[in-house]
Structure formats: structure tokens, C-alpha cells
């Protein structure tokens, strides 16, 4: 299995598993004399059955990322990269917004406001990053369809 069939199966997995506690929740209660729509033992294997392979392809998914490099480092190390240039952008982004807000005054005599940064500057920046942060997306992307999940 490849690291991306392995990663979006865990992506499929998390999804069920919300469904699963939700069609739990809608079960368990039921108004005496009545039955519930689904059996809730039924629901809580599959849910135990789900959470065990959720687990099994955690652990072979970090694993791989630890084990397998790209250009010197690895996918570990390259996802914590990306990550905090997404924080990093967004970051960025905010406080570029926020300093490009215009302040009206009614009359001269009100106070003004102006921005103490250079929007353009920072925009400038965030577009690099962007830039960045695509390809070193595309990087990941292309390597987890190339990598082998170590089973």
C-alpha cells in the first residue's frame, strides 16, 4: 500500500468514526416498549473495529514518515515545515488585513489612524511564502504516491 492510499483510508476511517458516534448517540436511548433504529452493540464493534485499524495506520503512517527522506530530510520533518509556514501565512494574512482597514474621520480633529506596517511589503512576503508552501506540498504529494507504507 502506498503512504497516500494509506492516508486517505485514515481520512475515511476519521470520518466513519464521527458517523459511527453519532448513529451510538441516536441509539442508546429508547422510549420503554420500543427498539432502537440500530443495534448499539452492533454499532459499538464496528466503532472498536474502526478505532483498531485507525491506530494500526497511525502507527505505520508515522513510522514511514519518520523513516523515509526527501532531499536530506524527513517526511516528519517536511510536514512540521509546512505546518508552520501555514501558521506562519496565516498569521501574516490577519495582521496584513488588519492593517490595510481604513479609518474614516468625520472632521480633521478626530484622531487618525494609519498602519505602522507596509501592507505591500508583508502581502509581498505572504506571496512567497505561498509560493513556498505549494511546493512543498506538491513535494509531499508526489512522494506519498511513490512511498510504500512500512507495514
Known amino acids: 500500500m502506498k503512504l497516500a492510499e494509506a492516508l486517505q ?3 475515511d476511517i476519521n470520518h466513519n468514526i464521527e458517523q459511527l458516534k453519532n448513529r451510538l448517540n441516536n441509539n442508546v436511548l429508547v422510549q420503554d416498549g420500543e427498539t432502537t433504529v440500530e443495534d448499539p452493540n452492533k454499532l459499538k ?14 502507527a505505520r503512517i508515522n513510522q514511514t514518515n519518520c523513516e523515509t527522506s526527501i532531499d536530506g530530510e524527513s517526511i516528519t520533518e517536511l ?7 501555514s501558521l506562519k501565512i496565516n498569521i501574516y494574512k490577519e495582521t496584513a488585513f488588519l492593517a490595510s482597514q481604513l479609518s ?10 494609519k498602519s ?4 505591500t511589503d508583508w502581502q509581498a512576503e505572504i506571496d512567497k511564502m505561498s509560493k513556498e508552501l505549494r511546493l512543498l506540498d506538491n513535494k ?3 512522494n506519498n504516491w511513490k512511498t510504500e507504507l512500512i507495514e
Do not use: G, H
Open 9 to 11: 483510508e485514515r481520512a
Open 104 to 113: 474614516y474621520r468625520a472632521r480633521n480633529s478626530e484622531i487618525k489612524i
Open 116 to 119: 505602522a506596517i507596509s501592507v
Open 45 to 58: 464493534t464496528e466503532l472498536d473495529n474502526s478505532i483498531k485499524r485507525l491506530q494500526y495506520l497511525i
Open 140 to 142: 509531499l504529494q508526489e
Open 79 to 85: 510536514i512540521a515545515q509546512k505546518d508552520a509556514l
